[in-house]
């Protein structure tokens, strides 16, 4: 599977992004798929995952609500829509496919990775 992360850009503090994630390859649809992202002299972290069965999402503690992933497997994209973005939201966002083992939180459980896409929020 291929994955190619786009929809990144500067934005004011308060505004919205949707962020989108195309697949090639493999059948979409058989992964769960997530979103980490990497902030500046930080971690890689998990942000949100949705599951390919019934189309569950979970979400990182610190979204609070703001953020909403979907996925259009007809079109082979999930999407991630950032609402009310902070400051600390700054970071580059990586999609990522599942391998279908271990918790969706953790990166060494996807197989695959998109090159990555930057969101800048100015304050």
């Known amino acids: 599977v291929q994955l190619q992360a786009f929809g990144g850009g500067?934005?004011?503090?308060?505004?919205?992004l949707r962020l989108s994630c195309g697949?090639?390859?493999?059948?979409?649809?058989?992964?769960?798929?997530?979103?980490?992202?990497?902030a500046p002299g930080k971690e890689r972290e998990f942000?949100?995952?949705?599951?390919?069965?019934?189309?569950?999402t979970y979400y990182a503690d610190f979204v609070e609500g703001r953020f909403a992933i979907s996925r259009d497997d007809a079109k082979n994209t999930v999407y991630l829509q950032?609402?009310?973005l902070k400051p600390e939201d700054t970071a580059v966002y990586y999609c990522a496919a599942h391998s279908g083992r271990?918790?969706?939180?953790?990166?060494r459980t996807?197989?695959?990775?998109?090159?990555g896409t930057l969101v800048t929020v100015s304050s």
């Open 10 to 16: 500067l934005v004011q503090a308060g505004g919205s």
């Open 23 to 38: 697949a090639h390859g493999r059948k979409f649809g058989m992964y769960a798929m997530g979103w980490f992202r990497r």
């Open 47 to 56: 942000v949100a995952a949705i599951n390919w069965s019934d189309g569950s």
């Open 82 to 84: 950032m609402n009310s």
């Open 102 to 107: 271990g918790s969706y939180e953790i990166d």
């Open 110 to 115: 996807y197989d695959y990775w998109g090159q």
